[in-house]
């Protein structure tokens, strides 16, 4: 018995009780709604104003949070489906996974890419205008998807290549490993995983550095990009987690076979909620800009009300 098979067989053996599924399906469908409702309200704040049009910071905000909406989404599917309907189609399975992943491995290339343009903004101020245009952001969030998509369109490929079509007919319990069997992929995502993990970390702590080490003339606005990107750290860390959790669930899984789903419940919570309700305080609360735009918005609504 493989891996994944061996995963499938301890949730179908310790299944919640009716009163904990319940429990855990209402936390995780009230925190998804607060965090798709916060985030709502940032979108709208950000196409009512023609100001953020113009910046790329915004503009890579605006994706991230589009992003985490979306993978937010489709993951408490996926999650309550486990619940309900229990086995999908592979498919169709295949499909929310699919989008999951490239959501999910979008959110720290987009940190990256932030941290960036808050290095360039505060340590070459004079030559921010022309390296960091609204046109090259566009063609950097387009460069995001792209490198996702490569990341996880092998997975695909490898299982149309190695499956036979009656798989794809068949239903599973909607996991990645179920999708995505071929013991190849596995080994392939820990290496991407791997070279996600360092390529990020290393733009994280550069900027971090060099915005830390900046002139002096620049200290307000050094401080306040040094906060930034340790929030966009301590962010992107939550994201990685994602990388860390396979092998993690293994261990769990051999160690507490009857606490199994416990675990993923604690994993899904840690690894997939909570770095997504992190990026409404950073520019919905800390930035001034955005805070005063989103005070306008709430004031207006409140006064129309």
């Known amino acids: 018995m493989n891996v994944s098979s061996a995963n499938v067989t301890v949730v179908i053996e310790y299944r919640d009780s009716l009163t904990k599924a319940v429990t855990k399906n209402v936390i995780v469908v009230v925190l998804s709604i607060s ?17 953020f049009y113009t910046n790329p910071r915004y503009i890579l905000f605006f994706h991230l949070v589009v992003n985490d909406m979306i993978q937010v989404t489709l993951t ?20 929310f996974i699919m989008l999951a992943l490239f959501t999910t491995e979008n959110t720290p290339l987009n940190l990256a890419c932030m941290a960036v343009e808050c290095y ?11 390296i960091c245009t609204v046109k090259r952001t566009l063609l950097l969030i387009g460069l ?3 490198t996702s998509m490569l990341s996880v369109l092998p997975d695909l490929f490898i299982t149309l290549a190695t499956e036979p079509l009656d798989f ?3 239903r599973v319990f909607c996991l990645r490993q179920t999708v995505f069997p071929n013991p190849h992929i596995i080994k392939k995502r820990d290496i991407t995983y791997t070279v996600f993990l360092v390529i990020v970390w290393l733009v994280i702590f550069y900027t971090y550095l060099r915005i830390l080490f900046t002139a002096k003339t620049a200290i307000k606005d050094a401080k306040k990009a040094r906060n930034t990107i340790l929030l966009h750290g301590f962010q992107l860390l939550l994201c990685m ?8 669930l293994s261990v769990l899984q051999q160690w507490f076979p009857k606490n199994y789903t416990d675990s993923l419940f604690a994993t899904y919570i840690i690894v997939q909620v909570l770095p997504r309700s992190i990026s409404p305080i950073i520019y919905g609360i800390r930035d001034k800009m955005f805070r005063r735009y989103l005070k306008r918005y709430l004031v207006c609504k409140v006064s129309t009300s």
């Open 168 to 170: 794809f007919h068949s």
């Open 144 to 146: 995001i998807w792209a």
């Open 76 to 95: 408490v599917i996926l999650f309550v489906i486990s619940y309900t309907i229990y086995k999908l189609n592979v498919s169709v399975c295949c499909t």
């Open 241 to 248: 987690a994602t990388y860390a959790a396979p092998p993690l």
């Open 120 to 130: 360039i903004a505060v340590c070459v101020p004079l030559r921010h205008m022309q």
């Open 35 to 51: 965090i798709n409702y916060i985030n709502a309200g940032l979108i709208h704040t950000f196409c009512k104003h023609q100001v």
